[in-house]
């Protein structure tokens, strides 16, 4: 503890997560776990509402909301597999089918059509590029 011109200060090392959950908690409750307690289960605050909650925290979601979005999911994966797609292309992993029914894969369901030409800006660019370089090997071959 170090003197300060307010009081005293206490350090203390509190992951800021675990700050910002006790804080919103508290703030949504009325009751928080108390950080400066040596066993850990010491609550502040209104402990009729903790009671009453069971203790949840702000970032607990209750179990009937779990199961609630698990059959969600569940329904929506059955709606994309009825899709009217081909068996063969929906299995061949080299096609565009797959990709889009693949769940595995971050970019499922999200690929965009490769560009087969260039702009004419890219054309300039490519043309500056190719002289520029033809003008190099040139002139250290000379």
Known sequence: MRNHKLGFVEDAAIDSFVFDEQYNTFHKYGFAADPS???GNNYIGDLDVLEKNNGI???NIPQHEQKK????KKTEAAEEDDDGMD???AENPA???WLMKNRKSP???KKEGLQSE???EQKKYAEEHARKKEEKA????G
């Open 107 to 109: 970019w499922a369901g």
């Open 138 to 141: 040139g002139g250290e071959k």
């Open 118 to 120: 260039l702009t004419e």
């Open 37 to 39: 307690a040596s066993a």
């Open 57 to 59: 925290s702000v970032y």
């Open 95 to 97: 096609t565009d089918a």
């Open 87 to 89: 068996k063969e292309e």
């Open 69 to 72: 979005r698990k059959i969600e």
